[in-house]
């Protein structure tokens, strides 16, 4: 068990530095000069020099590798070439903002998702609800996020007037981590999150629809019905055993959220890490967008981990496979 | 004895292609996935022929009589969804959206369902070293955050149709693999391939004919799933400003009318290709959940 976990954790500490290394290099092959956008053509030579040395640009690109990995090592990213600022001091707040988004939509959308997929799963096999049930869900999940950002903002903002259409509050607003608290914070989130839920409702509502039929004809539910408990109290017992799969999905969604969440941030100019990899891109900011690309991945490296732990938990059986099996 | 393997060539040839038509045949049975399969060959009959059925070049500014640039027109005889804030007739745009999607959805499906097969055959049914290695690689490949990488993919290399589609294969591929490999490693251990080996096929033999013709089905669906999921990255890049500037597709309609300000009053521009786009990718999703349905003897109704 021990051993596994070990292996596990190195294994998972070599994928981050294989991407990273992928990351590094792909920025350095590219076909454009990344110093054009930093120095101007006319500079004299001396200080083009300076300004290469400042953001770490000179050398072999085997000692820019080397120097890279030790500052990261430090937990040093560079500095901006937009903004001309340590790149942490710019992702730090806007990784807060994406958090605020992705983790109430995550849950949210697997809560009322799984809900959702309990009631179609207990409905009549072949049924008017299980049908259109399964077709809207279907349909939501083959819509892509930026056309349900869209869809909301024609009804709810242009149309109805009720929402503001970007942005995460007004100018005047409150500045620091008090922007936070205050109506206008929630006003402006309300759209985007809602756009984050239908993102994740249909995938769960799904598979928890699956998870209920497949157990609704195990003995222990017939047993259950048997006692003589009423019949939504069967249909939890069905779908409690099906939330397993569920909470080990979580882990991997959140990763794939702060992913997913790209577009629903430029659809509502929320200003997360997402828009700013977009942005960092078009404008060749390459010291940010390679900050932001390699603290997803890291993201998605951890969260799978973390739900490899909880299904080894949960179920030990799987560290014996895997170690077997490697 | 020189005619039996021209023999065996030739049934293995009827029974590949009876499988071949066999999960078509299959889906027909389920009622989403035919109302699905019905819907993605009506836009790949649209796609087909859309040159002949867009009344303008798409990226034709329409002047009026005046000669004044008839810009953000609602619909009309002359235009039947309008015009762009250039001029553009977006009805021509939106059928030759069709053409693009499925040049990218088809390419790059057939590319990743190609490389997930071949990884997929060869991690399975060699299994060992080859194996352990092909699985780590995957494993570095799953933990690529697949749009972030897109986009800085693209951003780097250049926003081209071929790019789009080489970075799509490069992220699709390992899921397939991962898939593939499973079902070939339970194919390995029937019988009849130990028979096969023994009565000294090669491998390459025995992946071609054994192998790969009952791993068919599993590719078949994954392909056709790869074709959502490339539509949809295709989508969301040119969505992003990082679509090919050449070509006309529904993202890039989209994102032309997002960075204009035309999104809360144009709805002829906006609407028809948000609605072709979740048409397309629902169809397909469609055809992949009666797949599932059917596949899945628990879920069977009974």
């Not at chain 1, 300004?51 to 990261?72: A, M």
């Not at chain 1, 970007?166 to 006003?187: C, I, K, N, V, W």
Request: proline fraction near 5%.
């Amino acid at each position: 068990m021990r051993a596994y976990l070990i292996s596990r954790n190195v294994q998972s500490l070599f994928v981050v530095f294989v991407v990273t290394s992928i990351m590094f290099v792909m920025f350095r092959i590219m076909p454009s000069d990344p110093t054009a956008m930093l120095v101007d053509r006319g500079m004299p030579e001396e200080a083009r020099q300076a300004l290469l040395e400042k953001w770490g640009l000179t050398g072999t690109l085997w000692d820019q590798y080397l120097r890279y990995f030790g500052n990261l090592a430090v937990g040093d990213f560079g500095e901006s070439f937009f903004y001309r600022q340590p790149v942490w001091d710019v992702l730090l707040p806007l990784i807060v903002n994406s958090l605020i988004l992705a983790i109430p939509g995550l849950l949210l959308g697997a809560l009322i998702g799984a809900g959702l997929g309990m009631v179609v799963g207990w409905s009549k096999r072949g049924g008017r609800i299980e049908n259109i049930g399964i077709f809207v869900a279907t349909i939501a999940r083959g819509t892509p996020s930026f056309i349900v950002g869209i869809a909301l903002l024609a009804v709810f903002s242009s149309w109805l007037g009720w929402f503001p259409a970007f942005g995460m509050g007004d100018p005047g607003d409150a500045a620091g981590s008090q922007r936070y608290f205050t109506f206008e914070f929630l006003h402006h989130l309300f759209l985007p999150l809602l756009a984050v839920i239908i993102f994740f409702l249909p995938e769960n509502l799904l598979l928890m629809r699956s998870g209920v039929v497949e157990s609704r004809t195990e003995d222990y539910i017939e047993l259950v019905r048997a006692k003589g408990v009423s019949e939504p109290r069967v249909a939890w017992h069905a779908g409690r055993n099906s939330l397993l799969p569920l909470v080990t999905w979580l882990f991997p969604a959140l990763a794939e959220t702060v992913a997913g969440l790209i577009v629903i941030e430029i659809v509502f100019a929320w200003p997360g890490v997402g828009r700013e990899l977009v942005l960092a891109v078009t404008r060749q900011d390459y010291p940010l967008a390679q900050a932001a690309f390699i603290l997803m991945a890291l993201l998605i490296v951890l969260s799978n981990l973390a739900a490899d732990l909880t299904y080894t938990k949960l179920d030990p059986r799987v560290a014996y496979s895997r170690a077997k099996h490697g | 004895m020189a005619k039996t393997p021209t023999l065996t060539n030739k049934a293995a040839n009827v029974g590949l292609r009876h499988r071949m038509l066999n999960p078509v045949a299959m889906l027909w049975q389920d009622g989403s996935a035919r109302i699905g399969m019905i819907v993605f060959f009506l836009f790949a009959v649209v796609a087909i022929f859309a040159p002949y059925l867009a009344p303008y070049p798409p990226f034709e500014s329409s002047l009026s009589e005046a000669g004044r640039l008839r810009r953000l027109e609602p619909p009309s005889i002359d235009h039947w969804l309008g015009t762009t804030t250039f001029g553009h007739d977006v009805f021509s745009q939106l059928i030759m959206g069709f053409r693009l999607a499925f040049v990218v959805g088809v390419v790059a499906a057939l590319a990743v369902g190609f490389v997930s097969t071949l990884i997929g055959i060869i991690s399975g049914y060699f299994g060992g070293v080859i194996d352990d290695l092909l699985m780590r690689l995957t494993d570095v490949a799953l933990s690529i955050p697949t749009l972030p990488f897109a986009i800085v993919a693209v951003g780097l290399l250049g926003p081209s149709i071929e790019n789009i589609i080489l970075v799509i294969t490069v992220l699709f591929w390992r899921n397939g693999a991962r898939i593939i490999r499973s079902t070939v490693l339970t194919e390995r251990e029937k019988i009849y391939v130990k028979w096969a080996r023994t009565a000294g096929a090669s491998h390459f033999h025995i992946i071609i004919n054994h192998i790969l013709p009952n791993v068919f089905r599993i590719v078949f669906l994954w392909i056709t799933m790869s074709v959502a999921f490339a539509i949809l990255t295709e989508a969301s890049l040119s969505f992003l400003g990082l679509g090919d500037p050449t070509a006309v597709s529904w993202g890039q309609m989209l994102n032309t009318a997002f960075v204009s300000g035309s999104l809360r009053t144009a709805w002829w521009w906006v609407a028809p290709p948000s609605i072709a786009l979740v048409v397309l990718i629902s169809s397909i999703y469609l055809i992949g959940r009666g797949y599932e349905e059917l596949n899945n003897p628990r879920l069977r109704r009974r």
